[in-house]
Nanobody
Framework: QVQLVESGGGLVQAGGSLRLSCAAS????????MGWFRRPPGNEREFVAG????????AYSDSVKLRFTISRDNAKNTVYLQMNSLKPEDTAVYYC???????????????????WGQGTQVTVSS
């Protein structure tokens, strides 16, 4: 099991940037894919980005591709989400999650992830 704590959320104007961090504790972090999901107001949790255990494969939703970048530092047990060119529709609670399988690909479905953080709020004003 991995415990996850997100940070870096906040209020930003449209066009601005934020970098989210997710600090993990637990010995299996470095072997598991990591993902970022978000839950916009009144909507279900949706996939944003994923990265495999050795950063050789990433995946993005169409809505954030070319604006957001996921990365990880296994030495620091941390995964990041760099968010640029933010839009009001990016407003959501952002969650990081640890994949169910060791050495697995970056999944896009919630059921491919076992452990979740509590979330961090990102608000983009127009």
């Amino acid at each position: 099991q991995v415990q996850l704590v997100e940070s870096g959320g906040g209020l930003v104007q449209a066009g601005g940037s934020l970098r989210l961090s997710c600090a993990a504790s637990g010995r299996t972090f470095s072997t598991r894919a990591m993902g970022w999901f978000r839950r916009p107001p009144g909507n279900e949790r949706e996939f944003v980005a994923g990265i495999n255990w050795r950063s050789s494969s990433t995946a993005y939703s169409d809505s954030v591709k070319l604006r957001f970048t996921i990365s990880r530092d296994n030495a620091k047990n941390t995964v990041y989400l760099q968010m640029n060119s933010l839009k009001p529709e990016d407003t959501a609670v952002y969650y990081c999650a640890a994949g169910s399988q060791s050495f697995g690909p970056p999944g896009r479905r919630r059921d491919e992830y076992d452990d979740w953080g509590q979330g961090t709020q990102v608000t983009v004003s127009s």
